[in-house]
């Protein structure tokens, strides 16, 4: 099943996200520890390390396929308007107008 084959993939893209996130949670202490300790060549290092990890993680985040759709808010809004579930209390009244009594 193709289906079945592609929540397969997207749990163990999803393990290998965390396990990196987890490592890039751990790199971060590290460059903190080392900015405490003044050590500017380790400090860099650490930084270009973390910063590879973070750019790893970034695309590995796009490669996972979600499952659920965008979400449009403009639509939600013409939506909500048009089926008069949200009404801004000037429309009620005549528009501006209907402020004065």
Same mark, same amino acid.
């Given at each position: /099943? ?5 929540? #397969? &993939? /997207? ?10 996130? !987890?490592?890039? &949670?751990? #790199?971060g ?8 300790a003044?050590? %500017?060549? !380790?400090?860099?290092?650490?930084v !270009?390390?973390?910063?590879?990890? $973070?750019? /790893? ?14 979400? /449009?808010r $403009? %639509? ?6 048009? $089926? ?12 501006? $107008?209907?402020?004065?009594?």
């Amino acid at each position: /099943n193709f289906c079945s084959m592609t929540v #397969q &993939t /997207n749990e163990q893209l999803q393990d290998e996200l965390d396990a990196l996130n !987890a490592q890039i &949670t751990k #790199q971060g202490s590290a460059v903190r520890e080392l900015k405490k300790a003044g050590d %500017a060549d !380790a400090v860099a290092e650490a930084v !270009a390390k973390l910063q590879a990890l $973070k750019i /790893n993680a970034a695309e590995m985040g796009k490669s996972l396929v979600s499952d659920e759709p965008e979400f /449009n808010r $403009k %639509a939600f809004d013409e939506l909500v308007l048009r $089926k008069m579930f949200v009404v801004p209390s000037f429309e009620i009244h005549g528009g501006v $107008k209907g402020l004065f009594d």
